[in-house]
């Protein structure tokens, strides 16, 4: 075990191993040593492979010996004489022990480790040496060279090369032969305080067994499972540069104390290290070479195949690199420009039929010579000099770091690495280039991984890097070390270098292949000099299995179909099938199938029921194929808020807002069957009628207009959307692309002669649907890495993945069901617990590697195909057949034998014959249709025509069943339709069958769920992408029925006790279940008939069902084996089928797929998916990280996005040159999830939700409440024609006026008194008392096109309106002051305008300094059919993003003037989402009023700007008179306006519909007279008002209360002032002294007002709170008044709000005497409170003039006097009579006023006060609280 050297320490690692190699090799004659580049680069699998093809079992990590003898004894040397002997010290006498050794300073080499020795003799003591660290494994227990270099500490005695001096040196005396793995135990460390502690363990783990391994077991470092880039390399490589290993847990987690350097295993590195040619630092991966072979002098004499040019001098550790041979960018064009002629060779005739096998040649380095002659029989590929290519491009990613790029790996490196990588490969695998490309990376890697750790800092901090310290492989060497490597292998690889030229060495080949010489060869790797003295290099694979499967490889699907229908039709398969003809000593099939005749079958056929007795019914059997699932819901969700995220992005590329229905089209690939299912399942989803498209869809077939087929039928059909498209602008089409990974052909392609190659790309991208602002594209796909390219059309954000259903094990959709898919499938390989579900079937593939060796000119799909179809025959025999044929299992493998049995005798035990369903793929449509025929035939002879049946799945045709089954799914579907038939496999639930799916891919067919066995055997082994393996697994995927749900099923009735589920959690085993239940079918198989038998439990559901094993268990202890009958107990008579729905299928592969997926590569993810996403793809570059365990699916979609591109035939290629600056189109989604999980279902509820949000979109909730307080008589036309269109103001002032309040949002206000309106007793007060805390009643209405809108609406039309549109610079705004006086104010205020410059043409402005001079107002006479005259002003507070200030449509885009009124704290918010609007500024000492004062400032400033336009249009000529008086007073909510249609002949009223708010107001502002009015509106609309008595004549004009929105002349109500101070009802207020005034109000009844809900903001929003606290708090309306100059609360609350809800709350028992009292109103002079609704306010005018109805005769309950002005003298009051006991309420400002009131009015006459009545609002003086003063009418 021991090595030496000549020299000293300055050799290299390479050295080391390699003579190492060299040793073993000669020392071993029985263990095959490891190859040296095993141990370097090659990543080993966690299958090991021997040459054999076995898999090494562990190896014990103590004993290395091979053998199983007892361990020799061993005689240690005898000790010098006088050397010390004592355990614990060295032959010198010094102290080794750790206890005597920990304080004192060691000095350790460089490159040297401290570790304990322990020895038997002192077991409690730790002995200390030093090693050298290259001897000693990593933390993974691997990298350890062979032999040993060790120090005594104790002497300091140096150099010994072999463990048994050293053992002997320091007193071991071990009785065995010593072994540095054996007494090596730890690591010794310095602590923190400097002492000497043990540390961990060394890993011996693999050392003894890597000798013995052909592979090594080495696992990758951290940066292999880095998914960042090159840019994240290692970055903990510690503080030793240029040393061998790195041991990141000694060297970066154990530290000394402060000041002091940190402590290793070892010395301290020097500054400037020795150069150590070849050696550079590592991670905690494994340490590697770089290919110098710079040695101080040469090994020992024995080691006779030393190359005396393997010596280069140590001097060249500085030289440059020569660029002609050693950096390899030589490429293959480059070399063959050095070769003057191109020799020829000759392919020998009949190669294939001589030698079995068709040879495939990679082409390497330089140029391959011309072949000729028998090209038929040999392959040529470019794959590994592309690898190659790939491979030194590779260094391109760090030249933008420095002028000196890093050099790429050399040709000869690579030339070595690939002959090491076929060294390893187990006699059955095939070469596959992303392995190798992953070892040329990583060696790359780290051969320079100095200079890239210094690369990834920051650049400026460093030196220039330091130049290759690395030795080249010199061209003379690369042979030798080459042959060296193959040494281990035996024959398997041979290395040809004597030849000159590449066309002499194939010549040889050939000759060799011909013959014989190369029969236990499988490659030949060709090396030879050009011309030029540069390496030119081929690889000829010669393996049978390897040729053959790289044949098939390199074949594509539709070759491969044309080969197999070649192979077929010309007979060339006639001579296997006679093969398969004969049984050998057995007899013929066919003879032995005659033999098996149907009565032999009797056990199947006799359990059927007489015609004349009723047939026994199933139970179990429920269907549940469109049960939509929580989890399809929440993604169908998701899928519409990422719609949702596209419509709120910025680039307005979905205008969600401007579509009201819904429509779509589903694309699917050419499969009938797929067709059919999506069919279906739209049918049963019942979105064709949320949507509104079934008015016509009566059945199946109609639904069928929604789902194409993408061949060219689907032509017609998308152009046809298109044109759709087109005529319904308002429609959003949403195209679903399902199975969407199925054909990515580039439409450039269809040149050929396939004219359905790249259809969907012809189709689906093309510009008429890319360009469609309302065509959504959902594409859908369970595989999505083809359209995740760099080139992609979909945005990363654009993405919708599957959601997880489990988090921490805990269900978070509470699902019934659990997703078994391709990683739960792979997890039971894993798992140990018992047989797989994943496997495959040792005995069919011995058969068929046996039958491809002998036919090597037929596909091996053609041959397995045979083999499997003769698998199954015999299985049908054997198990039928009777004890006739019972010999013929012997010719079946145990898995096809077990799955014919269940397959025929599961449906025996449910009394409706529910079954399995058994799915055999076979790809290719020629063999699934002879399987077909085959299986067919067998099953008739035999009799079990009515047993199972027998489909051909064909994408290309519909199946048919036969008519005994059909009538079978006709009565379990109860279906009544004679003509009825399946379409789709989900229809064939629990019918027992045999299913032959073919195709060469899937094409999304659903599976139903009594698939029990997923039979792979066929499919291709050798296609190697990720897609192409996963959609071939995804078959088998699987939705579980949950246990709970099976257990509350009411379908199946329970056999158990209530005991029995408490039980059921100790045996409820699913893996247990599993594996019980496939190797229990097994005994019964042969043993039918006996009838020991029926005596035994079934175990086909006994075991399985964990439900019923409890009690059966106890029924078999209380019962005799003999008593017991299986046949009559019900329990045994349960469906299978039914228990099935807990368990998933079971897969069978063939071994090489087996292999691939379920070996782990350094990510811990299966080797399959590192391969190639999609055949249409490929990888940027081999520089890549692999996949990680831990990535989410967006990372993994990022990661393909990242390192892959389209091949030039995919439809993607060509999207990076089309222009775009971001490639994505901004409609395209991408829906991913696993196959078989329900993504149908969940896009079609996607469908549905997003028309209910449309419609939601579009529609609003409007408040919906019929008038209060009405007179049917009144409305009835007396005045006015019905069918009159203007008001006549004659007749308009002979009507009364209503002075009662019918707006229904004052219902719980106080009743304004009118003689001519008695109360209905019996209706209002129950009414108020039920409803007046109840939320108000709303309608969704629809909105029309003339809606006004909020922000979130935003459509090209209005676009520019709303001022977003950034190309435009008309948007930005000036502040501009206005000032004004008013007698009621005081003092003169200051108002600013907010003036956009599109909008300044509006105002005019002075021409010396610009300053706002006046709001331009129209004449009366001006009139434009695109403009309205009045301005527009809408008060609002709370609401910038709700409030109704989109008013474009509503104008249908005439021009107007609208100006919102904000408050000053508001104003950046409004002016941020209204950029391009008008907006009032008010004062700041509004902030705190309410709507009164906002509706105050409007009319007067408006009055004040009447009168400047006045004075500025006298000037040009017009008359004071001839400016329009007009403005709108509108709400924020008002939403859409309506009219009634009045019938011209009869008068009647009818329908009402909706108009433009432009079409109102120009009818309005054009009626007659129409200056001659105060305040006109219009009536608010309610479902059951206006036209809802359609056929009545109603009067269309009345006066009375107006709201909401109003047409206000300023002119004539200048006298008439809003109350600047009311927070409520400051409308009824200002309409009953315009009314007194005598001013006409008229409204416009044939008008109406839709008023939408916002439950945000307003001005009826009241906070009240107390000054001693922000927050806010329930306070009593009782205490928003207190007595003056008392101890109170206060509140921060302004004093008329706190007044006027006291008064609305309270009023009833301040008024006593008006509770309920209509008849003796409160006489309320002057302005109009409200004081609740138990109490009625008689409004009166003390003004000279005005307008009041007369009292006389009338006794008033109260009085309330309020901020009573000079014109209310006693004289006045005098006039009204009161009840005795009335109240008496004085409010004024301060206390004063209000002693001056009482004096002036002299109230004390005729009321009594006391001065416990004083009371004031609960404001702080400092808040100018209000008093008011009560009394008692004498």
């Given at each position: ?10 050799s290299?690692?390479f050295?080391e191993v ?5 040793e ?7 263990v095959?040593p490891?190859?040296v580049?095993s141990?370097?680069?090659l990543?080993a ?7 054999e093809?076995r898999?090494?079992?562990?190896e ?12 020799i004894?061993?005689?240690m ?20 022990r750790?206890s ?9 080499p460089?490159g040297f480790l401290l570790?304990?020795a322990?020895?038997p003799?002192?077991p409690?003591h ?9 001897f000693l494994?990593d933390e ?8 040993f270099?060790g ?17 002997n040196?320091?007193n071991?005396k071990?009785s ?6 054996k007494?090596?135990k ?8 400097g ?7 060394i890993?011996?783990k693999?050392?003894?067994?890597r ?7 080495i696992t ?6 880095s998914?960042?880039?090159?840019n994240?390399?290692l970055s ?6 240029l ?5 990141t847990?000694?060297?970066?987690q ?19 290290p020795?150069p150590?040619?070849g050696?550079v ?19 020992k ?8 040019e393997?010596?280069a001098?140590?001097e060249g ?7 002609s041979t050693?950096?390899g960018?030589?490429?293959a064009?480059t070399?063959?420009s050095g070769?003057?002629?191109v020799?020829?060779?000759?392919v020998?005739?009949h190669l ?12 390497g ?6 072949l000729?002659g028998?090209l038929?029989?040999v392959?040529?590929?470019g794959l590994l000099?592309?690898c190659?290519?790939s ?5 391109r990613v760090?030249?933008q770091y420095?002028?000196a790029p890093?050099?790429?790996i ?12 076929l060294?390893q490969?187990?006699?059955d695998?095939?070469?596959v280039?992303?392995?190798l490309e992953?070892?040329f990376m990583?060696?790359w890697?780290?051969s320079?991984l100095?200079?890239i750790?210094?690369y990834?800092?920051t650049?400026a901090?460093?030196p ?6 690395a030795q080249?492989l010199?061209?003379s ?7 060296l490597a ?14 000159l030229?590449?066309?002499e060495a194939l ?5 060799r292949?011909?013959?014989g010489r190369?029969?236990?060869?499988n490659?030949v790797?060709i ?23 790289l044949?098939e ?12 229908v070649?192979e077929?039709?010309?007979?060339m398969a006639?001579?296997?099938?006679s093969?398969f ?7 013929d ?12 079958a009797s056990q199947?056929?006799a359990i059927e ?45 979905l ?5 009201d ?6 694309c699917v ?9 999506v069919?279906?399942h739209l049918w049963n989803?019942?979105?064709?009628r949320e949507l509104g498209?079934d008015?016509?869809c009566?059945?199946l077939?109609?639904?069928?207009q929604?789902v194409v ?5 689907a ?7 298109i044109q759709?498209?087109?005529m319904n ?5 949403i195209?679903?692309?399902?199975h969407a990974?199925w ?10 002669g396939?004219s359905?190659?790249?259809l969907?790309d012809?189709?689906l ?5 890319r360009d469609a ?9 369970s595989?999505?890495?083809t ?11 654009n993405?919708?993945?599957?959601p997880?259903g ?13 997703y078994f898919?391709v990683?739960?499938l ?19 593939e011995s ?7 002998r036919f ?10 045979h083999?499997l179809?003769?698998?199954?025959s015999?299985a ?5 057949g ?5 010999a ?5 493998s145990?898995?096809t034998?077990?799955?014919?049995q269940?397959?025929l005798n599961?449906?025996?035990h ?16 020629a063999l699934a249709a002879?399987?077909?025929q085959?299986?067919c035939?067998?099953r ?9 049946e027998?489909i051909l ?7 048919s069943?036969g008519?005994h089954?059909l ?9 009544l ?5 399946p379409?789709?496999?989900l229809?064939?639930?629990?019918l027992?069958?045999i299913?032959i ?6 094409q999304?067919e659903?599976?139903?769920?009594s698939l029990?066995?997923?039979d ?5 082994c050798w296609?190697?992408?990720?897609t192409?393996?996963?959609?071939e697994l995804?078959l088998?995927a ?6 709970q749900?099976?257990q509350?099923r009411p379908h ?8 029995d ?8 085993n699913?893996?247990e279940?599993?594996?019980?239940d496939?190797?229990?079918d ?5 043993n039918?008939?006996s009838?020991?038998a029926?005596?035994?439990p079934q ?10 094993q ?7 202890k209380?019962?005799?084996?003999g008593s017991?009958?299986?046949?009559a ?13 807990s368990?998933?299928?079971v897969?069978l ?8 997926i379920?070996?782990v590569?350094s990510s811990?993810l ?6 190639l ?11 890549r ?11 993994q979609s990022?990661y393909?996005?990242q390192?892959t591109?389209p091949k ?7 999207n990076r040159?089309?222009g775009r600056t971001?490639?994505?189109?901004p409609?395209?989604?991408l ?5 078989q999980?329900g ?6 509820q996607f469908?549905?939700?997003l ?6 979109l579009m529609e ?7 008038d209060i307080n ?9 005045y006015h024609q ?8 004659e007749?308009?002032?002979g009507?009364p006026f ?5 707006d229904?949002?004052?219902e719980?206000?106080?009743t304004v ?11 209002g007060?129950?009414?108020?008392q039920?409803d007046v ?7 969704r209405?629809k909105?029309?096109k003339y ?5 979130y ?5 209005c ?12 948007y ?8 004004f ?7 003169e205020?200051?108002?600013?305008f907010i003036?956009?410059?599109s909008?300044?043409?509006h105002?005019?402005?002075s021409?010396?300094g610009g300053?706002?001079?006046?709001m ?12 309205i005259?009045s301005?527009?002003?809408?008060p ?5 993003e ?8 509503a ?5 107007h003037?609208h100006?919102?009124?904000i ?17 009032l500024?008010?004062?700041t000492?509004f ?8 509706h105050?400032?409007i009319?007067?400033?408006?009055y004040h ?10 000037e040009h000529?017009?008359?004071?008179q001839d400016?329009?008086?007009?403005i ?5 909510s ?7 249609d009045i019938?011209?002949k009869?008068?009647t ?14 009818h309005?502002?054009?009626?007659p ?10 009536r608010?609309?309610s479902?059951?008002g206006?036209?809802?008595?359609a056929?009545?004549?109603?009067e269309?004009?009345s006066?009375?209360h107006l ?28 309409n ?8 006409l109000?008229c ?10 809900q916002i439950?945000?903001?307003g001005?009826?929003?009241f ?5 001693m606290t922000?927050?806010p708090?329930?306070?009593q ?11 109170h609360v206060?509140?921060?609350?302004p004093?008329?709000l706190?007044l006027e809800k ?6 009833h028992?301040?008024?006593p005497?008006s509770?309920?009292?209509y008849s003796?109103p409160?006489l309320?002079v002057?302005?109009?409170l409200?004081l609740g ?5 008689c409004?009166?005018?003390s003004r000279?003039?005005s ?9 008033f309950s109260?009085l309330?006097l ?7 003298t ?6 009204f009579?009161f009840?005795?006991?009335?109240t ?12 001056q009131?009482?004096v ?7 009321w009594?006060?006391?001065?416990s009545?004083?009371?004031q609002?609960?404001n702080a ?10 009394g008692?009418?004498?």
């Amino acid at each position: 075990m021991g090595n030496s050297y000549t020299g000293h320490l300055q050799s290299t690692r390479f050295e080391e191993v390699l003579h190492n190699s060299i040793e073993a090799s000669l020392r071993s004659n029985t263990v095959v040593p490891r190859p040296v580049f095993s141990q370097l680069y090659l990543e080993a699998e966690q299958r090991p492979y021997s040459h054999e093809g076995r898999v090494d079992e562990d190896e014990d990590e103590e004993d290395g010996s091979d053998s199983n003898s007892p361990p020799i004894p061993y005689q240690m040397k005898s000790p010098p004489e006088g050397s010390c002997t004592t355990d614990g010290f060295c032959q010198a006498g010094k102290d080794l022990r750790l206890s005597s050794m920990a304080t004192e300073s060691l000095e350790v080499p460089p490159g040297f480790l401290l570790v304990g020795a322990k020895s038997p003799s002192v077991p409690d003591h730790i002995l200390v040496c030093a090693v050298d660290l290259r001897f000693l494994p990593d933390e993974c227990g691997r990298n350890a060279l062979l032999g040993f270099s060790g120090n005594c500490m104790g002497c300091g005695e140096k150099g010994f090369r072999y463990f048994t001096e050293f053992a002997n040196h320091i007193n071991l005396k071990l009785s065995t032969q010593p072994k540095k793995q054996k007494h090596l135990k730890y690591h010794l460390l310095r602590n923190a305080q400097g002492i000497l502690v043990k540390g961990p363990p060394i890993c011996w783990k693999g050392i003894d067994s890597r000798m013995r391994n052909a592979v090594s077991n080495i696992t990758a470092g951290p940066e292999e499972q880095s998914a960042h880039g090159p840019n994240d390399l290692l970055s903990n490589s510690g503080h030793m540069p240029l040393n061998t290993i790195n041991h990141t847990d000694l060297n970066t987690q154990h530290h000394t104390s402060d000041g002091s350097p940190p402590i290793t295993n070892g010395s301290h590195v020097p500054a400037q290290p020795l150069p150590q040619p070849g050696i550079v630092a590592t991670g905690p991966g494994r340490p590697t070479v770089i290919g110098s072979m710079a040695n101080s002098g040469p090994p020992k004499k024995r080691h006779k195949g030393w190359s005396p040019e393997s010596s280069a001098p140590t001097e060249g550790t500085s030289r440059p690199v020569p660029n002609s041979t050693s950096n390899g960018t030589k490429s293959a064009e480059t070399g063959a420009s050095g070769c003057l002629s191109v020799e020829s060779v000759t392919v020998p005739d009949h190669l294939l039929q001589t030698c079995g096998l068709r040879p495939v040649i990679f082409k390497g380095h330089g140029t391959l010579p011309h072949l000729s002659g028998n090209l038929e029989d040999v392959l040529v590929s470019g794959l590994l000099e592309k690898c190659y290519r790939s491979s030194q491009n590779l260094p391109r990613v760090y030249e933008q770091y420095g002028t000196a790029p890093i050099q790429p790996i050399s040709t000869e490196m690579l030339i070595l690495l690939t002959v090491y990588y076929l060294v390893q490969l187990a006699p059955d695998q095939a070469p596959v280039m992303e392995d190798l490309e992953q070892i040329f990376m990583r060696s790359w890697r780290e051969s320079h991984l100095t200079e890239i750790r210094q690369y990834q800092q920051t650049h400026a901090q460093f030196p220039p890097p330091l130049p290759c310290l690395a030795q080249p492989l010199t061209p003379s060497q690369l042979p030798w070390l080459a042959k060296l490597a193959t040494s281990s292998c035996g024959e398997g690889v041979l290395v040809l270098d004597t030849a000159l030229s590449l066309a002499e060495a194939l010549e040889d080949t050939f000759h060799r292949l011909m013959d014989g010489r190369l029969s236990h060869t499988n490659y030949v790797v060709i090396i030879c000099m050009n011309r030029s003295q540069e390496i030119e290099s081929c690889v000829v694979v010669t393996g049978k299995h390897q040729t053959r499967a790289l044949a098939e490889s390199l074949l594509s699907p539709s070759d491969c179909v044309r080969e197999i229908v070649h192979e077929l039709s010309s007979g060339m398969a006639a001579e296997l099938a006679s093969y398969f003809s004969s049984l050998g000593p057995d007899g013929d099939v066919e003879a032995l199938l005659e033999k098996a005749s149907p009565e032999n079958a009797s056990q199947y056929s006799a359990i059927e029921p007489s015609g004349d007795s009723p047939k026994p019914k199933c139970t179990e059997y429920f269907v549940e194929w469109h049960e939509i699932r929580p989890i399809q819901l929440a993604l169908a969700r998701k899928l519409l808020s990422h719609v949702c995220a596209i419509a709120d992005s910025s680039t307005q590329n979905l205008d969600l807002g401007s579509f009201d229905k819904v429509d779509f089209l589903i694309c699917v690939p050419p499969s009938e069957v797929t067709f059919h299912q999506v069919v279906l399942h739209l049918w049963n989803s019942g979105v064709l009628r949320e949507l509104g498209l079934d008015q016509d869809c009566l059945s199946l077939k109609e639904a069928e207009q929604y789902v194409v087929q993408l061949n060219q039928s689907a032509v017609g059909k998308i152009n046809s959307l298109i044109q759709k498209s087109k005529m319904n602008p308002y429609t959003l089409f949403i195209l679903v692309h399902d199975h969407a990974h199925w054909d990515v052909s580039s439409s450039g392609q269809c040149s050929g002669g396939d004219s359905s190659v790249g259809l969907v790309d012809g189709l689906l991208n093309c510009r008429q649907i890319r360009d469609a602002a309302n065509i959504l594209t959902l594409h859908v796909t369970s595989f999505p890495f083809t359209l995740q390219t760099q080139y992609t059309r979909i945005s990363p954000y654009n993405e919708i993945h599957w959601p997880s259903g489990f988090n921490n094990d805990v269900d978070l959709y509470h699902e019934k069901t659990k997703y078994f898919g391709v990683s739960e499938l792979l997890e039971t390989t894993r798992s140990g617990s018992g047989l797989p579900l994943l496997r495959y079937d040792s005995s069919f593939e011995s058969m068929a590697a046996a039958l491809e060796e002998r036919f090597p000119k037929l596909h091996s799909a053609v041959i397995r195909t045979h083999v499997l179809i003769q698998h199954y025959s015999l299985a049908l025999m054997a198990t039928a057949g009777g004890q006739a044929l019972q010999a013929l299992q012997k010719h079946i493998s145990v898995e096809t034998l077990e799955m014919v049995q269940c397959l025929l005798n599961t449906s025996q035990h449910c009394p409706s014959r529910h079954g399995h369903m058994l799915l055999l793929r076979i790809p290719s449509p020629a063999l699934a249709a002879l399987a077909h025929q085959r299986l067919c035939h067998v099953r008739n002879r035999l009799g079990l025509h009515k047993q199972f049946e027998v489909i051909l799945g064909d994408p290309c045709s519909a199946f048919s069943v036969g008519k005994h089954f059909l009538d079978q799914l006709r009565v379990w579907l109860k279906i009544l339709d004679p003509d009825w038939a399946p379409r789709t496999y989900l229809e064939l639930e629990a019918l027992p069958c045999i299913l032959i799916l073919t195709g060469m891919d899937p094409q999304g067919e659903s599976l139903p769920r009594s698939l029990k066995y997923c039979d792979l055997r066929v499919i291709s082994c050798w296609s190697l992408q990720r897609t192409t393996l996963e959609q071939e697994l995804g078959l088998a995927a699987y939705l579980l029925k949950s246990k709970q749900d099976a257990q509350h099923r009411p379908h199946a009735p329970s056999d158990l006790s209530e005991s029995d589920p408490e039980k059921l959690s100790s045996t409820d085993n699913e893996e247990e279940e599993v594996v019980v239940d496939v190797n229990n079918d097994l005994p019964r198989l042969g043993n039918q008939a006996s009838p020991a038998a029926s005596q035994r439990p079934q175990p086909d559901w006994n075991p399985l069902d964990p439900e019923k094993q409890p009690k059966q268990r106890r029924q078999s202890k209380s019962t005799s084996s003999g008593s017991s009958s299986t046949r009559a107990s019900p329990l045994r008579q349960s469906c299978s089928w039914a228990r099935n729905l807990s368990r998933p299928p079971v897969v069978l592969l063939p071994k090489a797929v087996y292999d691939l997926i379920t070996t782990v590569d350094s990510s811990g993810l299966p080797k399959s998916t590192s391969f190639l996403p999609h055949p249409s793809v490929e990888w940027v570059s081999s520089f890549r990280p692999l996949l990680s365990k831990m990535m989410t699916c967006t990372e993994q979609s990022l990661y393909y996005r990242q390192w892959t591109i389209p091949k030039p035939h995919h439809m993607d290629s060509t999207n990076r040159a089309e222009g775009r600056t971001d490639n994505f189109h901004p409609r395209k989604l991408l829906l991913s999830g696993p196959p078989q999980v329900g993504k149908t279902g969940a896009y079609l509820q996607f469908l549905g939700i997003l028309s209910r949000m449309l419609i939601r979109l579009m529609e609003v909730d409007i408040y919906d409440e019929e008038d209060i307080n009405c007179r049917c008589e009144t409305d009835l036309a007396r005045y006015h024609q019905p069918v009159a269109s203007c008001p006549n103001t004659e007749t308009v002032r002979g009507m009364p006026f209503d002075y009662t309040i019918h707006d229904p949002k004052y219902e719980d206000i106080s009743t304004v008194y009118s003689p001519d309106f008695t109360p209905n007793s019996d209706d209002g007060n129950s009414r108020r008392q039920e409803d007046v805390y109840l939320r108000r009643r709303t309608a969704r209405i629809k909105l029309s096109k003339y809606a006004a809108y909020n922000t979130y609406h935003h459509c090209e039309q209005c676009h520019q309106y709303m001022g977003f549109n950034p190309q435009y610079q008309l948007y930005e705004s000036t502040l501009h002051a206005f000032t004004f006086s008013h007698l009621l104010l005081g003092e003169e205020i200051q108002l600013y305008f907010i003036i956009p410059k599109s909008k300044e043409h509006h105002f005019s402005f002075s021409q010396s300094g610009g300053q706002l001079e006046s709001m331009r107002l129209p004449l009366t006479s001006d009139w434009s059919p695109d403009a309205i005259k009045s301005p527009i002003f809408t008060p609002t507070t709370g609401r910038h993003e709700h409030g109704l200030f989109n008013l474009y449509h509503a104008m249908e885009g005439a021009t107007h003037l609208h100006i919102l009124v904000i408050k000053e704290y508001e104003m950046a918010v409004y002016k941020k989402y209204w950029p391009n609007h008008i907006m009032l500024v008010l004062p700041t000492v509004f902030n705190g009023a309410g709507i009164g004062a906002a509706h105050f400032l409007i009319k007067e400033l408006s009055y004040h700007n009447l009168e400047l336009e006045r004075s500025r249009r006298v000037e040009h000529g017009n008359r004071p008179q001839d400016v329009w008086p007009f403005i709108i007073l509108a709400d924020d909510s008002c939403v859409m306006w309506n009219s009634v249609d009045i019938d011209p002949k009869s008068g009647t009223t009818g329908t009402e519909r909706n108009v433009s708010l432009k079409q109102v107001l120009q009818h309005m502002e054009s009626s007659p007279d129409i200056t001659q009015y105060g305040l006109c509106g219009m009536r608010k609309w309610s479902s059951r008002g206006g036209g809802a008595g359609a056929g009545c004549q109603k009067e269309p004009f009345s006066r009375g209360h107006l709201h909401d929105f109003l047409l206000l002349n300023v002119d004539l109500t200048q006298n008439v002032q809003y109350n600047q101070n009311r927070f409520t009802c400051d409308d009824v207020d200002f309409n009953l002294r315009v009314h007194s005034a005598g001013l006409l109000i008229c409204r416009f009844n044939n008008f109406s007002v839709m008023k939408k809900q916002i439950a945000i903001g307003g001005y009826g929003t009241f906070i009240i709170k107390t000054k001693m606290t922000d927050v806010p708090t329930t306070i009593q309306p009782s205490q928003y008044i207190c007595a003056p100059d008392s101890k109170h609360v206060f509140l921060a609350t302004p004093a008329q709000l706190l007044l006027e809800k006291y008064l609305q709350h309270t009023s009833h028992r301040l008024f006593p005497l008006s509770a309920q009292n209509y008849s003796h109103p409160i006489l309320s002079v002057d302005c109009y409170l409200n004081l609740g609704p138990e109490v009625t306010v008689c409004f009166v005018s003390s003004r000279p003039h005005s307008i009041n109805f007369s009292t006389t005769g009338l006794l008033f309950s109260g009085l309330l006097l309020y901020f009573c002005d000079s014109f209310v003298t006693p004289g006045f009051l005098k006039k009204f009579q009161f009840l005795k006991g009335a109240t008496l309420c004085v409010i004024c400002p301060n206390r004063s006023s209000l002693r001056q009131t009482v004096v002036r009015l002299e109230l004390e006459d005729e009321w009594r006060f006391r001065l416990s009545d004083e009371f004031q609002t609960a404001n702080a003086k400092e808040d100018q609280p209000l008093f008011f003063l009560t009394g008692k009418h004498i």
